[in-house]
């Protein structure tokens, strides 16, 4: 066989080759003209997900993505300082992005994703908007902060009621003083008071609070003693409250 007849025949075979290559639907993945972004915003709750604590940009979150109908992770990226990220240079098809996020149902305490479905044309790029993804914080994740002080009556042993005898008054020192955290069971922190009689449960997230203390029974001698206690009401989550005084007796 001669050369140019050779010559001819790689040419013919790679013109068909071309064309069918180009008759092809190319697979979803990297090589294309199109991209997919987005934002991601974080939102903040409680424990429980009963209490909205505010939302901020994601950042340096990881957002996955997935190639049509293959189960395994194509890429990934991170977030940006605002939250943005983005895919570039994808085929056009079928893609889904998916981000970690703490169950706000409840059902589960380990973290699951939540998914997005993107069909991508052609030198596309497709912007899916604000996402969401979803933290539980703990009582003392928050920022605000509560804090007072303790007075306590001392009364002379040798008197009773009604004809009480006052020794002296003034701060209670190391004095136990109790937070509750949305009318739970059981108390979330206990602290003492300083020398001045003031404490300071700080890094508060929003909710109801109760401070309660707990003081002697001058009144009947019973040997239970009587709780004092303060409701409060955080609603911003840079809020600083001061409660008033709490007084407390002792024989």
């Not at 939102?43 to 957002?63: K, L, M």
């Not at 997935?66 to 240079?89: A, K, Q, V």
Request: glycine share 8%; proline share 2%; hydrophobic share 35%.
């Amino acid at each position: 066989m001669n050369i140019k007849k050779l010559s001819g025949i790689l040419f013919v075979f790679i013109g068909i080759s071309t064309m069918l290559l180009n008759s092809c639907t190319q697979d979803e993945g990297f090589g294309g003209s199109s991209h997919i972004n987005g934002k991601l915003i974080t939102r903040f709750y409680n424990h429980d997900f009963t209490v909205f604590q505010g939302e901020e940009p994601a950042v340096d979150e990881e957002v996955f993505i997935l190639f049509g109908d293959n189960l395994n992770i194509g890429d990934n990226t991170e977030t940006s300082f605002d939250g943005s990220f983005e895919f570039e240079y994808l085929w056009p098809g079928k893609y889904q992005l998916f981000v970690k996020t703490d169950d706000s149902t409840g059902v589960s305490l380990d973290q699951t994703t939540l998914k997005f479905n993107v069909d991508l044309k052609k030198s596309e790029t497709n912007n899916i908007g604000t996402i969401y993804n979803y933290k539980a914080l703990d009582w003392d994740e928050g920022k605000a902060k509560i804090s007072g002080k303790i007075v306590v009556t001392n009364y002379k042993n040798t008197s009773v009621y009604p004809n009480l005898e006052i020794k002296d008054i003034g701060p209670a020192q190391e004095q136990e003083v109790y937070l509750t955290y949305n009318n739970e069971d059981f108390y979330c922190e206990r602290i003492r008071t300083q020398a001045d009689g003031s404490y300071v449960f700080p890094n508060l997230l929003i909710g109801k609070y109760t401070v309660f203390v707990y003081s002697e029974d001058v009144i009947t001698n019973n040997t239970a003693n009587i709780v004092k206690k303060v409701e409060v009401d955080i609603t911003e989550k840079n809020q600083e409250i001061t409660i008033n005084d709490i007084h407390i007796d002792k024989h």
